[in-house]
């Protein structure tokens, strides 16, 4: 037996228990040992009968005294042992389901268990009821003698996750065996890292150990703290050795800054770059002009100006006379990003196309697109994922933008690098990235922060509320010359979920609550010509209401539009809900986000009050990190983000920038990890092992 024996082999375990156990990740012995809690509960202190007062948890001792049942209801019966100590009895209860035509003894354990005369120690919720103090047990222990020294008592004990079939007694019983036996095989190599040996972590199988049984709170974390370095040490040595060989390397495509077409655009714009936006430009330019390929992530709130920075970078490589592809998640970002491009670029000599599945599906379509991208006639690419595909072929693509990175997969961001010989890479996200987070998925990545709002932007207020309501404000902010939008998750009726759709609400409405105002209808089944067409009109105000899907959460820029009411906003996560209300408080009049939802749903709750709480695109981001975790939230949950067992990436940053730090200096040192100080770890990076060897492979 070894760490990477099945667990079904184990004492206690077997066949059985070994399936229910996978349910939990668990299939290996170290698996088991690695199944770390997820809280302790403090049974530190034994309380006396004296000294309960009020409705708790206790632990509390005693002898048994006596004992007694009894049926309280029909099917339901209650067990009573009562518990003497030096200062009073409390009585432990246990109450049971039985079938009154069963001869099942739903009490044949506990009876034999709580006989007369027995020391227990008793951990349970504890009340006073006419004047007697009554616990009801959530676990119990004996011990033959007053003062024998509990196993799960008088101590932190760990609290597990569990499946269907797995008690938390069993997992106790199973993880200590494994400890026991099993920990100090467990690898090591903090240790053996000298500029290490000055922050003293703990060593790995006491480490182990700890986190199972600590024996206060602070040896608990600092258990934690001591595997989770080194979790982040092996992601970020698995990181930098594969970035060393693809990353910055020398590439094939030279800029200079021409301004043919930079300085046309420019001219076009109605207004002046922020000092935020200027910044993270000569950033994104020096690195394009550099001799090494760019590696850059763009980070910028909803509103701060990122398709125009992200266009001046387009815009170097074209006037270079290179591709450049921009690529989004859906198809409804990429339309939008389309027209945004075509209307902005208007009169300016680029020729731009958009591809896309939808695209792509004419064969005449087809033909002419991959034809025009092959030989350089198109200038810009628009597209989704479909830009990737192995028919898609460029003529000298030399930058790529992947808009809203969050929702994309790792791997399909890896293939786009296929795409150009040596490409730019610039991926642009409003959901800012906590750097904890940023470091462990990029590692090497640099970050621009467009940090700043346009000045004319004013803070968007929110409010829960309901349809009555916001209607109402609707027509006042119209009255005072606003425009709204009115936006749905659903295009059409569905009877598999009872939701508005935005055509059948569009028809209703426009005859009953906005029959005096002009209501205009935009969704994604809509071609480009026809969206594009309805949101011209729509900020040209010749519409007052616009009722849409969630094509309207990027693109448009419609200064006077000053209010947005988002019906079922329970269905829209958080980044989604952000953006929408990212399309108001555009201009200089206040504006209003009025978010409607009869959900009764503890987590939707909790996502609109963050809503209502908070317009900052840092805060939200952390909040929907904590909700749906980092996996989900980056969009790698089906590309192997890294399951950390200790590792936290919020509140562990430190961590990470010394295992940073670390995993450079041990690649400068020794890229190959040949030196005999490295022996170690090089016996690590070639092993099999279940957990180190899946954080590896991400990295």
Do not use: W
Request: with cysteine; aromatic share 8%; hydrophobic share 40%.
């Amino acid at each position: 037996m070894n760490l990477y024996s099945e667990v079904k082999y184990l004492k206690g375990i077997g066949p059985k228990r070994a399936s229910l156990l996978s349910n939990l990740g668990i299939n290996t012995v170290e698996d088991l040992i690695t199944f770390f809690p997820r809280s302790y509960q403090d049974r530190t202190q034994i309380v006396s009968s004296d000294k309960i007062f009020f409705t708790g948890h206790y632990c509390v001792f005693g002898k048994i005294t006596g004992a007694y049942e009894k049926n309280i209801a029909r099917g339901l019966a209650i067990f009573c042992a009562d518990v003497a100590d030096d200062t009073g009895i409390i009585s432990v209860k246990f109450f049971r389901k039985f079938n009154p035509y069963s001869k099942y003894d739903v009490f044949s354990t506990i009876r034999k268990q709580f006989v007369k005369d027995r020391y227990v120690y008793v951990y349970g919720t504890c009340e006073i009821q006419a004047g007697q103090k009554q616990i009801s047990a959530e676990d119990y222990e004996f011990v033959e003698n007053a003062n024998d020294i509990p196993e799960f008592f008088k101590r932190l004990i760990p609290v597990y996750d569990l499946t269907a079939g797995i008690t938390q007694k069993f997992l106790l019983s199973v993880i200590k065996n494994a400890v026991k036996n099993f920990s100090g095989f467990y690898p090591d190599i903090l240790a053996g890292i000298e500029s290490l040996k000055n922050k003293k972590f703990m060593p790995m199988q006491q480490a182990v150990k700890k986190i199972h049984y600590p024996q206060t709170e602070s040896e608990a974390e600092f258990a934690r703290q001591s595997f989770a370095m080194q979790e982040f040490l092996l992601l970020q040595i698995a990181l930098q050795t594969a970035k060393n060989k693809i990353r910055r390397q020398n590439k094939i495509q030279k800029y200079e800054i021409k301004k043919t077409l930079l300085s046309a655009f420019k001219n076009r714009l109605t207004f002046e770059f922020t000092k935020a936006q200027k910044r993270v430009i000569n950033e994104i330019f020096a690195d394009m002009t550099s001799a090494l390929s760019m590696n850059r992530m763009l980070m910028g709130d909803v509103g701060s100006g990122k398709t125009i920075v992200a266009l001046s970078a387009i815009l170097l490589a074209v006037e270079n006379n290179y591709q450049a592809a921009i690529i989004a998640p859906t198809e409804i970002l990429a339309e939008q990003h389309y027209l945004t491009f075509k209307n902005i670029l208007k009169d300016i000599n680029v020729n731009i196309a958009l591809l896309t599945s939808s695209v792509l599906k004419s064969k005449k379509n087809r033909e002419d697109i991959l034809k025009s991208v092959a030989d350089g006639t198109v200038n810009i690419i628009i597209g989704t994922h479909s830009v990737m595909e192995e028919r898609v072929k460029f003529k000298n693509v030399s930058l790529l933008v992947v808009d809203e990175q969050h929702r994309f997969g790792v791997m399909q961001k890896v293939s786009a690098l296929s795409k150009g010989l040596t490409p730019d890479i610039l991926m642009m996200t409003a959901t800012p990235i906590p750097r904890g987070l940023a470091m462990t998925i990029y590692g090497e990545m640099a970050v621009s922060v467009i940090d700043e709002l346009p000045p004319m932007r004013t803070p968007v207020e929110t409010v829960c509320s309901d349809e009555q309501n916001a209607y109402e404000k609707v027509l006042s902010e119209i009255k005072n010359g606003g425009q709204a939008y009115i936006v749905y998750p659903l295009v059409d009726e569905s009877d598999k979920i009872e939701l508005k759709s935005a055509v059948a609400e569009a028809e209703k409405l426009s005859q009953t609550a906005f029959k005096n105002v002009r209501v205009g209808l935009l969704h994604g089944k809509m071609k480009p010509k026809e969206k594009n067409e309805i949101m011209t009109d729509f900020k040209d105000k010749k519409f007052d209401v616009l009722i849409a899907t969630t094509v309207i959460e990027v693109g448009i820029d419609v200064p006077n539009a000053t209010m947005i009411v988002v019906q079922h906003a329970d269905r829209f996560g958080l980044a989604t809900l952000h953006q929408l209300r990212g399309r108001v408080g555009r201009g200089a009049k206040k504006s209003y986000c009025f978010l409607i939802s009869d959900s009764k749903g503890q987590n939707a709750k909790q996502r609109l009050a963050i809503m209502t709480a908070t317009t900052d695109g840092f805060k939200i981001a952390s909040a929907d990190l904590d909700m749906r975790g980092p996996g989900d939230f980056m969009g790698t949950s089906q590309h192997g983000f890294p399951e950390f067992k200790a590792g936290d990436i919020i509140k562990d940053i430190k961590l990470i920038e010394l295992a940073k730090e670390t995993a450079a200096a041990i690649i400068s040192e020794d890229k190959e990890l040949k030196m005999e100080k490295y022996e170690k770890l090089k016996t690590i990076f070639n092993g099999t092992g279940s957990h180190i060897s899946k954080i590896i492979r991400v990295g």
